[in-house]
């Protein structure tokens, strides 16, 4: 069974950014990301409502890297601390060596090549440091940007399933993407 360990928290860095874990000074940026409905139009996970909202799930997502049971990193330019989006591993099928991605980006830096930059450090973490065998990305099937951001990455859709997620008082589709640790 997979074994990981996230302590000391692993900061990657890349050419423009900053992958870093997100502390309680975090929670304003975070909840502008969150409480923005147009950033979380694809994302069925409820829209932060205030700050608190925001510091309470930054400690949820701090316990579970804790409990070594998920890893989200808050994404950065190097020259600024303003957390401009998030990416991690929402969920570990550790018995299987697979993990999920999951990623969000403030609407200034879509377009910027800034998710695919962090994707790539993600994955490489996830196959050469957590020793994953498969990572998926699980999206809605109109988030087209984001189909682009995991096709780009070397992600391949897997699966399209009607109507499998109840949100929102109706049932939507979901796609899911995966890549597979490379061969040697």
């Given at each position: 069974?997979?074994?990981?360990?996230?302590?000391?928290?692993?900061?990657?860095?890349?050419?423009?950014?900053?992958?870093?874990?997100?502390?309680?000074?975090?929670?304003?940026?975070?909840?502008?990301?969150?409480?923005?409905?147009?950033?979380?139009?694809?994302?069925?996970?409820?829209?932060?409502?205030?700050?608190?909202?925001?510091?309470?799930?930054?400690?949820?997502?701090?316990?579970?890297?804790?409990?070594?049971?998920?890893?989200?990193?808050?994404?950065?330019?190097?020259?600024?601390?303003?957390?401009?989006?998030?990416?991690?591993?929402?969920?570990?099928?550790?018995?299987?060596?697979?993990?999920?991605?999951?990623?969000?980006?403030?609407?200034?830096?879509?377009?910027?090549?800034?998710?695919?930059?962090?994707?790539?450090?993600?994955?490489?973490?996830?196959?050469q440091t957590m020793k994953l065998h498969s990572i998926e990305g699980i999206i809605d099937p109109d988030n087209t940007?984001?189909?682009?951001?995991?096709?780009?990455?070397?992600?391949?859709?897997?699966?399209?399933?009607?109507?499998?997620?109840?949100y929102h008082g109706r049932f939507r589709d979901s796609v899911y993407?995966?890549?597979?640790?490379?061969?040697?």
């Amino acid at each position: 069974m997979l074994s990981v360990h996230f302590n000391p928290f692993p900061e990657l860095v890349t050419e423009r950014l900053c992958l870093r874990q997100l502390r309680r000074d975090d929670e304003n940026d975070f909840f502008a990301l969150r409480s923005n409905p147009d950033i979380m139009r694809f994302i069925p996970r409820p829209v932060a409502q205030s700050v608190a909202d925001a510091a309470e799930l930054i400690q949820n997502i701090n316990d579970g890297i804790r409990q070594n049971n998920s890893i989200t990193w808050a994404i950065t330019l190097k020259q600024s601390p303003k957390v401009i989006g998030t990416i991690g591993y929402v969920r570990m099928a550790k018995e299987h060596y697979r993990a999920e991605v999951g990623y969000l980006l403030s609407l200034d830096y879509q377009g910027q090549g800034i998710m695919q930059e962090a994707l790539r450090a993600v994955v490489n973490y996830g196959f050469q440091t957590m020793k994953l065998h498969s990572i998926e990305g699980i999206i809605d099937p109109d988030n087209t940007a984001s189909a682009n951001v995991l096709k780009q990455a070397g992600f391949v859709q897997e699966a399209h399933f009607k109507e499998n997620q109840f949100y929102h008082g109706r049932f939507r589709d979901s796609v899911y993407y995966s890549i597979l640790t490379p061969v040697n």
